[in-house]
């Protein structure tokens, strides 16, 4: 459990290393104070996974830091029940001139463990990080990956009740990051609380039960995750709720410069909102312009039940130029094969100028459509969309010039 009370963190920052000094000679003030946490509260449940999320700066590795010890705070209180580790900035704890087996055994004691847990556990962990052959190496020949592995590998074999990541995984590549993530869930499953930071809004939709939103040091939220990413994501689009328009969609946010009136969604075979796996769909919005609008972008986004983003498309990508005169109403309409599988989703509608909604967005309406797809229209297929694949069998046999693998192409059983 992790109580957070009313903490505050401040940063001395002074413009030239110099002023340092000249305040410690002179006993005068040559520095201002950043605020980097301002009364910051709230609690993480015994195996609760908390998400935490903000822009650059916001204060979240602040956070991670004061919660596992390595700052203090300068008001307010932190408690937390039973053995903490955490995964921060890379190579934090590790020695690298020692090698990797060395290193397994000063961060082990550091985070806590005995010198026979560290002895019993050794070959798993360096079995996890997959460094067999470079364990004996100096830590300094390792890639930021390979370092990131073998904190990753120690710090979850020290099991902790409370294990505390930074964005460091987003170091590892593709397949250790799927390795990560099945041995958190692992850890969750065992009772294991969790704290997350990420930028990654669909491991935090997918991994978190809750989510706080920092903004300049506050906390401006503390939601279900997906409310959390909406509400970061306004962050993310300059619309801090004291610049919001009142729109016309409930829950809806922006400029208020172009906006929704009208949406239509449905299959064009079903007419309904309950569609087939393959079918065309149709997705109408009617969109009005307050003023001139010389650089439109309209935009969908379809969400699954946990509100991870599936498919997103909008006019800018697709290369379709719009411009809005003052009081000008038009009809956007998007036709797309729903080749998703079964389940439910809803659909996200924006309007903004350029790729996507940072720079300027005029109005963003979660889900404002739910649909189901139910029923496979043509060849089935596992998982979560159908991608357009060809197949064809080639007959092996001598002098065929197909015979020999092309460079690029791994792996066989021989
Ligand atoms: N040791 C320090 N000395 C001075 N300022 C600091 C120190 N550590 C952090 N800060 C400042 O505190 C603010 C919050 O930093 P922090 O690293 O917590 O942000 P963050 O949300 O983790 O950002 P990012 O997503 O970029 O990692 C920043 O403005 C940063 O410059």
Redesign the pocket.
């Known amino acids: 459990m992790i109580a957070v009370n009313g903490i505050t963190k401040r940063?001395k920052?002074y413009a030239k290393p110099s002023d340092r000094l000249k305040e410690l000679v002179f006993g005068r003030c040559y520095h201002h104070t950043?605020t980097?946490l301002d009364n910051v509260s709230f609690k993480v449940g015994k195996g609760e996974a908390v998400g935490i999320l903000?822009k650059?700066?916001?204060?979240?590795?602040?956070?991670l830091k004061l919660l596992t010890g390595i700052l203090l705070p300068d008001a307010g209180r932190i408690d937390i029940q039973g053995k903490v580790t955490g995964l921060l900035e890379l190579g934090t704890g590790f020695d690298f001139n020692l090698s990797g087996l060395e290193n397994i055994t000063t961060n082990g004691l550091l985070l806590g463990m005995t010198p026979a847990e560290i002895r019993s556990l050794r070959d798993q962990i360096i079995a996890f990080a997959e460094l067999e052959h470079y364990i004996k190496e100096p830590l300094r020949t390792y890639s930021s990956g390979m370092v990131m592995r073998l904190a990753f590998a120690i710090a979850i074999h020290a099991n902790p009740d409370c294990f505390i990541v930074d964005?460091a995984l987003s170091v590892g590549d593709a397949h250790f990051q799927q390795k990560c993530m099945r041995k958190i869930r692992r850890f969750r499953e065992r009772g294991g609380t969790l704290v997350f930071v990420s930028h990654d809004l669909n491991a935090v939709k997918m991994i978190c039960d809750r989510a706080l939103v920092?903004d300049q040091g506050r906390l401006v939220a503390d939601a279900p995750p997906e409310q959390a990413v909406n509400y970061y994501n306004r962050i993310i689009a300059k619309m801090e709720s004291a610049e919001e328009v009142p729109s016309t969609v409930p829950g809806a946010y922006g400029s208020g410069r172009a906006e929704m009136v009208e949406w239509e969604f449905r299959g064009e075979e079903s007419l309904t909102t309950v569609v087939s796996s393959g079918e065309i769909c149709r997705c109408r919005l009617r969109i009005r312009a307050q003023q001139e609008i010389p650089q439109l972008t309209v935009g969908i986004l379809i969400r699954d039940r946990f509100g991870q983003d599936i498919f997103g498309t909008n006019s800018y990508l697709l290369g379709v130029p719009l411009t809005l005169g003052p009081e000008q109403e038009v009809d956007v309409v998007f036709r797309l094969p729903m080749t998703i599988a079964p389940g439910k989703y809803t659909l996200t509608a924006a309007l903004h100028t350029d790729e996507n909604h940072v720079e300027e967005c005029f109005q963003w309406c979660d889900n404002i459509v739910k649909f189901e797809v139910a029923g496979i229209k043509g060849t089935r297929f596992a998982g979560v969309c159908r991608l357009a694949t060809t197949m064809e069998v080639i007959k092996r046999g001598r002098g065929n010039a197909e015979d020999r693998l092309k460079p690029g192409v791994v792996g066989g059983a021989h």
Not at 56 to 63: D, E, V
């Open positions: 940063f920052l950043y980097a903000g650059n700066g916001a204060g979240k590795s602040t956070l964005e920092l």
